[in-house]
């Protein structure tokens, strides 16, 4: 065999191998640019989870109405239900306690704001773009590159609080407390808790088990990098001194670029381990003790990053149905015919890589995984940015028949 065709059969292999186990791409939106991840909730009561995103480079925020499990693969119905300037992230919270769902984003660049998007009273009105109305925070206007937001009801007084966290100079990652009137938006304060690098996620679960949430965080970089959680003094602490900052616990992948985390029970002793993205191409999971205070075992995945891009995401969870969780991973730079989706399958005390997604698509974001077509199966909900693939889901070819 002459030269030419031996790399042309080597470069057929490699596409054929990242295409591998394909799943079908249904696209909910692509229409503008940048899709910035993606924030579930039922916000019209039909028993359907909708969506919230961010379009970073597009300048958008809008929502997605789950149009039901017949139509899932069509176009969503939509709203633009607020412009404002590099939003990193999109979440719905009824701020006001009116019952019509709101949504709050959060914009780095020149921006560097957090934003409530006011839903119109009535759900029926929730895609009439026009009855929504957009104001800041002024108590955090300009103070970071605010990249997340966690609604939690903090201080059992007002309604609903933000924990929000950001990147760059003057990073931290702090509360903003709700007032008696949530609609003035002046009378919200900003009460910080930890100085960060680079927030990447955000997670309310209560890890020590004393019956209130706690926060996960996964900090990028800065002085501290890796994965830890604040410590929740309990609501009459909060509520007595709002200013008092969480106690910081180290749970694992310290000085690693590390991205998005999970949480999950993988081992089914009743505890959620975590799972996250470190750079260029691994997973780690984390493991708690009895004393989840003190550091967490940690096990390293490495994946070949000749078929796959460089890691972003993570999501566990049984995509074949078979009792055992999966780890869905979603990366950046997938070019050159790599996969930007995969997962990730437990062998023995190896983790198996398996393309999802084919080579479309170069930078893909957070992952969610939802039975959006009613058919008992999980699939994957993400975003992508440099294809303009938009925002969309891999249909899970496991409840198929034939399928393995």
Known sequence: ML??????????????????????????????????????????GDGLEDIATGWEEGGLIRIYLHPGYKKATDRWPLAT?????????????????????????????????VFAHWA????????????????????????????????????GTAGMDLVVGAKGPG??????????????????????????????????????GDGDSDVVVSD???????????????????????????????MGASGKE??????????????????????????????PGEDPRKPWREELIEYPLDRFGRAKAVRAGDLDGDGAAELAVSCESASGGKSGVFYLRRAGKKWIPRGLSGPAGVKFDRIELR?????????LITCEERDNLGVFWYENPAGKPGAK
């Open 3 to 44: 030269r030419w065709e031996w790399i042309v059969l080597f470069f057929f292999c490699s596409s054929l191998t990242a295409q591998e186990g394909a799943w079908t791409r249904h696209t909910i939106d692509n229409s503008s640019r940048g899709a910035d991840g993606v924030r579930f909730l039922d916000v019209n």
């Open 81 to 113: 239900v607020g412009r404002v300037k590099s939003p990193e992230d999109a979440v719905f919270c009824d701020l006001d306690r009116d019952g019509a769902v709101d949504v709050v984003s959060c914009c780095e660049g020149g921006n560097r704001k």
């Open 120 to 155: 119109p009273s009535g759900k029926g009105k929730y895609l009439e773009a026009a009855a929504w109305e957009t104001r800041s925070f002024s108590a955090v206007d300009n103070k970071a590159r605010w990249m997340f937001a966690l609604p939690m009801e903090l201080d």
């Open 171 to 208: 990073a931290c990652v702090g509360w903003l407390r709700a007032p008696s009137d949530a609609r003035d938006m002046r009378a919200w304060t900003f009460h910080s808790w930890y100085q960060a690098g680079w927030i990447m996620s955000l997670i309310s679960h209560d890890v020590d």
């Open 220 to 250: 990028r970089k800065g002085k501290k990098p890796g994965v830890l959680w604040l410590e929740n003094p309990g609501r009459k602490a909060v509520s007595e001194n709002p200013g008092l900052a969480w106690r910081e616990h180290r």
């Open 258 to 287: 590390v991205l998005f985390v999970s949480l999950y029970d993988l081992d089914g002793d009743g505890r959620k381990e975590a799972a996250v993205t470190a750079k260029p191409n691994r997973v780690i999971l984390l493991y």
């Open 371 to 379: 039975d959006l077509d009613g058919d008992g199966d999980l699939d």
